[in-house]
């Protein structure tokens, strides 16, 4: 009841169930489409990371691992910061 | 003559499929195009009553396969719009009663015959929605703004592109929207949807009470005028034959103080 009286003077709408819904659905569709086990990316991430590392020094607090969506096409972006190269 | 064949699917069940084939048939054929609604949910004969024609059937779909009957005399003449029937599913039957190539048959025949062929396939992706759609060039995918039913229909889309071939084009309905959750954030709206499942609109029909009396009378509410509902449908069909029609506003007028404090009081009532 607190809250509604907040969003009754509020001019801004409550984060609602709406953008949980869209990020789970995307979530959800990038999996089934590809037809990808859960915990399937995650042991790819772990690999990918143990190759570069190979080869160069990475600052692993900013490696970011993505699946993008563009038209029902699925990309996988990595991306590593390369701090200097292992010789 | 040779007209189009749409198949009308969803995945998911109990999203609207009937509803919006019954509804398209209605205004296609009310803006003169003559019209074939095929019933191909075999074993669970659906459309004739949403009709109100299920005291007409005497042969159906299985019957013509199976040439008990001609073809015509299984089509079910509408009460009202002269130019548009139905060929009823069978009742008794399940969906093993026709394959795919026969399908294909039946949709070559009904295509000489009528500008508009519409194909109502089962809920699922088996055998009922693979006959279904074997003799369709056009889909349409209904889907509702809840979570079960997009997914599912991003399955049948997946199921439809792999269909290239045949399936030339297939656009999407999102059935049942409720623009009062959206604009409180509580609900997916049409442009989500979109993104989310990378498809093209056909239209967005709001939920309707309206819906479930115009079952109960056997008349689809897109022959009824000042309905809601009504209206969204006969735009559908206008942008199948190929008008730019804008999707209709949705937005819900501000609320008034008075059904604030309403709403204050008892969150449950939505105004």
Same mark, same amino acid.
């Given at each position: 009841?607190?809250?509604?009286?907040?969003?009754?003077?509020?001019?801004?709408?409550?984060?609602?169930?709406?953008?949980?819904?869209?990020?789970?659905?995307?979530?959800?569709?990038?999996?089934?489409?590809?037809?990808?086990?859960?915990?399937?990316?995650?042991?790819?991430?772990?690999?990918?990371?143990?190759?570069?590392?190979?080869?160069?020094?990475?600052?692993?607090?900013?490696?970011?691992?993505?699946?993008?969506?563009?038209?029902?096409?699925?990309?996988?972006?990595?991306?590593?910061?390369?701090?200097?190269?292992?010789? | 003559?040779?007209?189009?064949?749409?198949?009308?699917?969803?995945?998911?069940?109990?999203?609207?499929?009937?509803?919006?084939?019954?509804?398209?048939?209605?205004?296609?054929?009310?803006?003169?195009?003559?019209?074939?609604?095929?019933?191909?949910?075999?074993?669970?004969?659906?459309?004739?009553?949403?009709?109100?024609?299920?005291?007409?059937?005497?042969?159906?779909?299985?019957?013509?396969?199976?040439?008990?009957?001609?073809?015509?005399?299984?089509?079910?003449?509408?009460?009202?719009?002269?130019?548009?029937?139905?060929?009823?599913?069978?009742?008794?039957?399940?969906?093993?009663?026709?394959?795919?190539?026969?399908?294909?048959?039946?949709?070559?025949?009904?295509?000489?015959?009528?500008?508009?062929?519409?194909? /109502?396939?089962?809920?699922?992706?088996?055998?009922?929605?693979?006959?279904? !759609?074997?003799?369709? &060039? +056009?889909? %349409? #995918?209904? =889907?509702?703004?809840?979570?079960?039913?997009?997914?599912?229909?991003?399955?049948?889309?997946?199921?439809?592109?792999?269909?290239?071939?045949?399936?030339?084009?297939?656009?999407?309905?999102?059935?049942?929207?409720?623009?009062?959750?959206?604009?409180?954030?509580?609900?997916?709206?049409?442009? /989500?949807?979109?993104?989310?499942?990378?498809?093209?609109?056909?239209?967005? !029909?709001?939920?309707? &009470? +309206?819906? %479930? #009396?115009? =079952?109960?009378?056997?008349?689809?509410?897109?022959?009824?005028?000042?309905?809601?509902?009504?209206?969204?449908?006969?735009?559908?069909?206008?942008?199948?034959?190929?008008?730019?029609?804008?999707?209709?506003?949705?937005?819900?007028?501000?609320?008034?103080?008075?059904?604030?404090?309403?709403?204050?009081?008892?969150?449950?009532?939505?105004?």
């Amino acid at each position: 009841m607190q809250l509604r009286i907040f969003e009754w003077f509020s001019p801004t709408k409550h984060d609602g169930a709406r953008s949980t819904a869209k990020d789970r659905m995307r979530n959800m569709l990038t999996h089934d489409r590809l037809e990808l086990p859960a915990g399937r990316l995650e042991s790819l991430e772990e690999e990918l990371v143990a190759v570069v590392s190979r080869y160069f020094e990475l600052d692993k607090d900013t490696t970011q691992f993505d699946l993008q969506q563009y038209e029902r096409r699925t990309s996988l972006i990595a991306n590593f910061r390369l701090l200097r190269s292992k010789c | 003559m040779s007209g189009r064949v749409i198949v009308i699917t969803s995945g998911k069940g109990g999203v609207g499929k009937t509803t919006a084939s019954a509804n398209i048939g209605v205004a296609l054929a009310t803006s003169g195009a003559s019209v074939a609604l095929v019933d191909m949910d075999i074993g669970l004969r659906n459309l004739d009553i949403l009709m109100g024609l299920e005291n007409r059937v005497v042969y159906n779909l299985v019957d013509v396969v199976e040439e008990r009957c001609k073809l015509r005399q299984a089509l079910v003449k509408d009460k009202k719009l002269p130019n548009l029937s139905l060929l009823p599913a069978a009742q008794t039957r399940d969906k093993s009663a026709v394959d795919a190539d026969q399908m294909k048959a039946l949709c070559e025949e009904l295509k000489s015959m009528y500008d508009f062929v519409l194909v /109502d396939s089962p809920a699922g992706i088996e055998q009922g929605f693979q006959n279904a !759609v074997a003799g369709a &060039e +056009e889909a %349409i #995918v209904i =889907t509702t703004p809840e979570m079960s039913a997009v997914r599912d229909a991003d399955r049948i889309i997946g199921l439809l592109e792999a269909r290239k071939d045949e399936i030339k084009e297939y656009r999407l309905v999102l059935n049942r929207y409720r623009p009062t959750m959206v604009q409180n954030n509580d609900m997916m709206s049409v442009d /989500d949807v979109l993104e989310i499942l990378s498809v093209k609109l056909l239209g967005v !029909v709001p939920e309707d &009470e +309206e819906i %479930i #009396v115009s =079952t109960n009378k056997g008349e689809p509410v897109s022959g009824t005028d000042n309905v809601r509902s009504g209206l969204a449908y006969r735009n559908i069909a206008r942008r199948i034959r190929g008008e730019e029609v804008p999707i209709m506003d949705l937005e819900v007028k501000n609320p008034s103080w008075m059904s604030r404090i309403v709403s204050f009081f008892n969150p449950t009532v939505r105004v």
